[in-house]
């Protein structure tokens, strides 16, 4: 699957948490597919050079980039919880705050609320990261529709996985399906709003046609959940359909006048969208087929040109990483210098005092991205290394998912730690599966399996004064939350 995760070393709590929001190969004919992009990517908010000036390098850029020290750069970063996880810098992209601008939200109604007012409110971009958008939310795609009306100038981008969201959800009615909903947005506004569509590459061959529609999507999803309104960003692991907007529990972060780590995302939306279809209005279409249709153009296609896809897609995502690292140090570097200069004076991003850093990891497997485990390991042996020098002093690690599956790599981390670790996920009831119909059903006994079995594990190793498993249950509520 393809997602994100978030990690916030914050001076003011002196913890490091962990938030899920659930390459350059010699490549033939992939000039081509880059050129082709270059010539369709009018629709999309550009996040290169304007964004330059916008986050206040300017002439420090080539300043910096000539003297670069290869080092974290010092100030705050060299004190307190910081210089113990100095390793991370290495590790992915990070982005300096001042933790006044991060706003966690409680529950689903909040996250909802929030959600519409930032669309009505947004005045140059948009973009929506999410598995699927339910296809019964009208009046989420009416709120969209009311901000598009009111500015031309105004650019929205959705990204969604193509199977789950072509999937209908009434049986033989394909005009019920997420994608049918959105190309009315695209047929009415074609020059302001773009929805990409994500087809793994390991769906093909006979798996495609042998494996039926849901089951399919258990070979491999678009998992990303980022949201952007201008320089507002909201991160979580909710999908934009009614149970995450009522009673399905989640975690939402709200990061307010944050042109930094919001134009990060925006370009990581632009730059899966290389690689996925866009989602283009039906030209002529019959009573019983969809209104729409998916369009590739010449880049190489996910499932007739998998093995070419994967090094394309592979090359693409590694290329940016490798650019918002370097991009992010500079502006790390530029940022601590302006704080020194102006010790303390609080005008903009640039001179808020900052105590907080913002790494976001990526996690695509089928592209050999795995930031997320390389970056959650080192956390874990930073923790133990530290643990292993305090006599006496323990750790505290807390996880959470409303799916207990846990890695053994993960499992060996926790039961060979000296940390006190704290582990939340759904009781059978708080399941998303725990109504489902079919062999679906028996998921959350799967899952209370795999949790019955690490609680042995604990007992065997003598940990249990150290590891404590807990189970979310509330009624008539689900748990989302990573």
């Given at each position: ?88 810098f290495k590790l ?154 009522t009673n399905r ?19 990581l939306l632009r ?212």
């Amino acid at each position: 699957g393809m997602n994100v995760f978030l990690i916030m070393p914050t001076l003011i709590n002196r913890q490091c948490l962990i938030r899920n929001f659930r390459c350059s190969s010699r490549l033939h004919n992939s000039n081509k597919y880059r050129r082709n992009f270059e010539g369709n990517a009018h629709n999309f908010y550009n996040t290169s050079a304007s964004d330059e000036s916008r986050h206040g390098l300017g002439g420090y850029k080539q300043i910096l980039e000539k003297n670069m020290d290869p080092s974290p750069p010092e100030g705050f970063l060299s004190t307190g919880p910081f210089q113990k996880f100095k390793g991370l810098f290495k590790l992915a992209p990070y982005f300096l705050l001042n933790g006044e601008q991060i706003q966690p939200l409680q529950e689903p109604g909040e996250f909802y609320n929030q959600l519409k007012e930032h669309i009505l409110s947004a005045k140059e971009r948009i973009f929506l990261a999410s598995l699927y958008i339910g296809s019964n939310e009208k009046e989420l795609v009416e709120t969209i529709r009311s901000a598009v009306k009111k500015s031309k100038q105004l650019k929205v981008h959705i990204l969604l996985d193509c199977l789950r969201s072509t999937r209908a959800d009434h049986v033989d009615l394909d005009q019920s399906s997420p994608a049918s909903l959105l190309v009315t947005l695209v047929k009415e506004f074609p020059d302001q709003v773009t929805v990409s569509l994500y087809h793994t590459p390991d769906l093909k061959g006979v798996l495609k046609k042998l494996i039926p529609p849901r089951f399919n999507e258990s070979i491999g999803l678009m998992h990303i959940k980022a949201f952007g309104f201008d320089d507002n960003l909201m991160l979580s692991g909710a999908n934009l359909s009614h149970d995450y907007f009522t009673n399905r529990q989640d975690r939402y972060m709200l990061f307010k006048n944050a042109p930094g780590i919001t134009n990060y995302f925006a370009d990581l939306l632009r730059t899966v969208s290389t690689f996925s279809y866009t989602l283009k209005p039906a030209e002529e279409f019959a009573k019983h087929d969809k209104p729409y249709e998916l369009v590739l153009s010449q880049f190489p296609d996910p499932i007739t040109e998998s093995h070419l896809f994967r090094k394309f897609a592979s090359s693409t995502v590694k290329e940016f990483v490798s650019k918002w690292t370097n991009d992010c140090e500079l502006q790390a570097r530029h940022q601590i210098i302006q704080q020194q200069k102006n010790s303390g004076v609080q005008t903009n991003e640039q001179n808020v005092n900052l105590d907080t850093v913002i790494l976001p990891i990526i996690q695509m497997g089928p592209f050999s991205i795995r930031q997320d485990e390389s970056t959650t390991l080192s956390i874990l042996e930073t923790i133990a290394k530290e643990n292993d020098n305090e006599e006496g002093q323990y750790g505290r690690v807390f996880f959470a998912s409303g799916y207990f599956n846990f890695t053994q790599k993960f499992k060996d981390k926790i039961l060979n730690t000296k940390a006190k670790f704290n582990v939340l996920a759904a009781s059978p009831e708080a399941n998303g599966f725990y109504y489902s119909k079919g062999i679906s059903k028996y998921i959350p006994d799967v899952y209370t399996l795999l949790e019955k079995q690490f609680y042995n594990d604990i007992l065997k190793h003598g940990k249990s004064h150290l590891v404590k498993l807990e189970e979310y249950k509330r009624s008539n509520w689900t748990f989302h939350a990573k």
